[in-house]
């Protein structure tokens, strides 16, 4: 069975180019954003990892640790960072894990167990490693997601997303369609009108079943 969301993420221990972690100590009491790539010194790749690394200030605020994954050596990843910082003018201070023998990418489930690095081989053997996986400080996985090679991901989104499930995260609350920080969230259905009422303050009934109230951080 692959992995899904609230499940105990993998532990695992790896090398990286900051050195070797145990992915569990490794997120701490932190949230954590482990994104993967199928090859060093490609194109789209370099792009969003240059994303990320604009981003780091906004990671920081949020208590938010972010790892890269490569199937490429440390060696690699050291020599790609230099390609990363020039294309997007930052530091790219986050580690990228050498997954050079695939374990991490079938423990993740982005490959299959028979999976394999042909000799010669080019970004396509391993394309579905092209996933980002938001984790809890409680190590329980809060989103997936598994982009194609051909579109490069929208950090911004997956910065958004961070911020929905930090607002939700042990509240009953959700966030609507293109939900924003700091815009009303919906009540949870599991809450009475006045249990919500009682909680949150004044809440808007929409519909019966759709319950807004003012975002409170």
Not at 60 to 69: A, C, Q
Not at 82 to 103: K, T, W
Not at 108 to 126: C, H, I, K, N, V
Not at 181 to 205: C, H, N, R, Y
Request: proline share 6%.
């Amino acid at each position: 069975m692959g992995l899904r969301i609230n499940d105990i993420v993998p532990n695992f221990t790896a090398e990286t180019d900051q050195g070797t972690i145990t992915f569990h100590d490794w997120i701490g009491d932190s949230w954590a954003i482990l994104f993967s790539h199928p090859k060093d010194f490609t194109p789209v790749c370099t792009t969003e990892f240059g994303a990320v690394a604009q981003l780091a200030d906004e990671w920081t605020k949020r208590n938010t640790k972010v790892i890269g994954l490569s199937v490429d050596a440390v060696e690699e990843h050291e020599k790609w960072k230099s390609d990363i910082e020039s294309y997007s003018g930052a530091p790219a201070g986050f580690p990228i894990i050498a997954d050079e023998a695939l374990e991490v990418s079938k423990l993740f489930d982005m490959l299959p167990a028979e999976a394999y690095l042909p000799d010669g081989r080019t970004a396509a053997d391993s394309a579905s490693v092209r996933s980002v996986f938001i984790v809890a400080p409680n190590k329980k996985v809060q989103l997936i997601m598994t982009y194609p090679m051909s579109v490069g991901r929208n950090f911004a989104e997956v910065l958004r997303a961070l911020d929905g499930l930090q607002a939700t995260y042990n509240t009953p609350i959700a966030t609507p369609a293109n939900w924003t920080l700091g815009q009303d969230v919906i009540v949870a259905l599991s809450l009475t009108d006045e249990q919500a009422k009682e909680k949150f303050g004044e809440i808007d009934v929409k519909l019966p079943y759709l319950r807004t109230t003012k975002y409170k951080a």
